[in-house]
């Protein structure tokens, strides 16, 4: 079987799954197909980028599998020309998913490593609505927004209750919050007025949202 038939399949075995959860966005698959996946992930993890497994990445990181990520992405309810922070760029697959949507993407991570690689990819792709910035996204970033959409790959401890400044009304956050060790609660977080309406949407282990930005990496 080529390597293009395989992955193929792997798509395809995906898009079913999801699809017996529940997602049935076709606007979401139709822009994880177009955004090549194997691009996004060391070449040794090439036969397993379309199932449910964490994905180890540079700098110590992973990305979450592909399951995962389909199902945070379904729950943002993207619609295009809506303004999303991702905090946590990891590879760049899903803030370029998100571009692919019409969205227009600020992605952040603490490792200037990840930000460089990640908007080498963008470029390369000819995604222009995506940008990947270094930054500290344990803070709340004040000067920026508002954003319609905020989504975290790592855990806070508490609920971020000080992100509610940087939603627009009705805007939605996604993250996982509980402790370090241990399982978290995966929230969606919906801005009314001046709090957070949460919903739990499943139950994940993340690695916790560090402070500060890398000295080195």
Not at 129 to 146: C, L, T
Request: charged fraction near 20%; proline fraction near 5%; hydrophobic fraction near 45%.
């Amino acid at each position: 079987m080529k390597a293009g038939d395989s992955g193929r399949e792997g798509l395809a075995a995906f898009v079913l799954r999801a699809r017996a959860r529940g997602i049935s966005d076709n606007g979401l698959f139709g822009a994880i197909e177009s955004v090549p996946r194997a691009d996004f992930v060391p070449g040794e993890y090439a036969d397993v980028i379309w199932t449910s497994q964490s994905i180890p990445i540079p700098c110590g990181e992973t990305i979450e599998g592909i399951d995962l990520q389909a199902k945070v992405l379904s729950s943002l309810e993207i619609v295009a020309g809506q303004r999303v922070l991702e905090i946590g760029t990891g590879s760049g697959f899903t803030a370029a998913v998100m571009a692919r949507m019409g969205a227009k993407v600020k992605s952040v991570d603490r490792y200037k490593t990840l930000v460089t690689a990640a908007q080498e990819r963008f470029t390369a792709l000819g995604i222009g609505n995506a940008i990947a910035w270094q930054a500290d996204g344990a803070k709340n970033m004040s000067g920026e927004g508002p954003f319609d959409r905020i989504v975290a790959w790592a855990a806070f401890s508490e609920l971020p209750r000080k992100f509610v400044d940087l939603l627009a009304t009705g805007g939605i956050m996604i993250a996982p919050v509980g402790p370090e060790e241990g399982e978290q609660r995966l929230a969606k977080l919906t801005k009314i007025g001046s709090r957070f309406e949460r919903h739990d949407i499943g139950v994940v282990r993340m690695q916790p949202l560090l402070p500060g930005i890398a000295a080195a990496l």
